[in-house]
Nanobody
Framework: QVQLIASGGGLVQTGGSLRLSCTISGRTPGNFAMAWFRQAPGEEREFVAAISPSGISTSHADSVKGRFTISRDTAKNTVYLQLNSLQPDDTAVYYC????????????????WGQGTQVTVSS
């Protein structure tokens, strides 16, 4: 089990950028794959991006490819999500999540979740 603390959300205009961070602590954080999901009001939680424990393998949802980038700094036990060219449809609460070893695009596969950070994009 690990503990996750997400930060970096905020209010930004269309076309703007943000960088979200998720700090991992607890038992062997380096063994965990990480992901970002988001949930807009009245919508289901959706996959955004995921990264392997080593940081070598990543996956991004089609809706964010070319705009968002997931990365991790293993020395700092931190995962980042760089959000560029933000659009109003990107407005949501963004959650980081962890699961042992292999990453997944399914939220039900993740065992530990952060508290969420709000991203609001104004038009």
């Amino acid at each position: 089990q690990v503990q996750l603390i997400a930060s970096g959300g905020g209010l930004v205009q269309t076309g703007g950028s943000l960088r979200l961070s998720c700090t991992i602590s607890g038992r062997t954080p380096g063994n965990f794959a990480m992901a970002w999901f988001r949930q807009a009001p009245g919508e289901e939680r959706e996959f955004v991006a995921a990264i392997s424990p080593s940081g070598i393998s990543t996956s991004h949802a089609d809706s964010v490819k070319g705009r968002f980038t997931i990365s991790r700094d293993t020395a700092k036990n931190t995962v980042y999500l760089q959000l560029n060219s933000l659009q109003p449809d990107d407005t949501a609460v963004y959650y980081c999540a962890a699961r042992p070893v292999w990453f997944s695009t399914r939220s039900q596969d993740y065992t530990d979740w952060g508290q969420g950070t709000q991203v609001t994009v104004s038009s």
